[in-house]
């Protein structure tokens, strides 16, 4: 249960995008963000990991290699970030009535960390208290064609991206724990304007004017 989520006040409506590296996540955030305004809505897009002292942080860890750390102290700054994301950029955008598209949120923290050996129902639980969204879209591609694309574009996630490891990955998004169950998936192999359209038929029905 959503402690906050209870209260929840001023219509915002908060919509996810999901995926792999590659899935073309943010891109889709964009169009979607771009579509809201155009329809002259109120929208901000956000990301997590934040740019913020967490995500700062957490980014540091990627590029350096994460073997010192536990998977419970990774699941942890994940939760960190996310806390002072909700604090200082989600409950207010919400209360404030805006549209909010959050590139990754509480799945990747599922299934990221759950692919460390974390139980993913537990990381749901832990998450229990940050705003839920209305909605969520799953970007859905092979972990090999995810890989191909990252290092096509010379990402800088190395330290987060081998193959097994988003194998395990992949396995958990696409499977039945709480939080994936609900997520409406989307082939990513099909044309982003192709992509934004079946977004667009999803969120217009939860848009409020
Ligand atoms: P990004 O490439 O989308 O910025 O994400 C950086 C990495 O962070 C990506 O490999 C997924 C990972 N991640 C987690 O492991 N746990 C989380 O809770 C989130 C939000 C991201």
Same mark, same amino acid.
């Given at each position: 249960?959503c402690v906050w989520n209870e209260g929840r006040?001023? $219509? ?53 290699? /994460? ?10 700054? %994940? ?7 909700s /604090?200082?950029? =989600?409950i ?21 960390? $759950? ?14 208290g940050f705003p839920q969204?209305?909605?969520?879209? %799953? ?8 890989? /191909?694309?990252?290092?096509? /574009? $010379? ?17 958990? %998004?696409? $499977?039945?724990?709480?939080? %994936?169950?609900?997520? =409406? ?25």
């Amino acid at each position: 249960m959503c402690v906050w989520n209870e209260g929840r006040k001023g $219509g915002g409506v908060f919509i996810v995008i999901e995926g792999l590296d590659g899935a073309g996540k943010s891109t889709q955030a964009d169009m979607l963000v771009e579509r809201l305004k155009k329809s002259s809505f109120d929208a901000v897009k956000l990301k997590e990991p934040t740019n913020g002292r967490w995500g700062t942080e957490i980014r540091r860890i990627a590029e350096e290699g /994460r073997e010192h750390l536990s998977p419970d102290e990774e699941a942890e700054l %994940f939760i960190k970030d996310r806390e002072e994301d909700s /604090r200082l950029n =989600i409950i207010p955008a919400l209360s404030a009535g805006k549209i909010v598209v959050m590139d990754r949120y509480i799945n990747s923290n599922a299934a990221y960390q $759950g692919a460390l050996g974390l139980e993913p129902e537990m990381i749901f639980k832990k998450n229990a208290g940050f705003p839920q969204p209305d909605a969520v879209f %799953f970007l859905e591609l092979t972990p090999e064609e995810g890989l /191909r694309r990252v290092n096509q /574009r $010379g990402a800088a996630n190395a330290g987060f991206e081998k193959i097994d490891y988003l194998k395990k990955v992949h396995d958990i %998004f696409n $499977g039945d724990a709480g939080g %994936f169950k609900k997520m =409406i998936r989307i082939d990513a192999l099909k044309p982003p304007e192709k992509i934004a359209e079946i977004v667009w038929q999803n969120v217009a029905p939860l848009l409020k004017k």
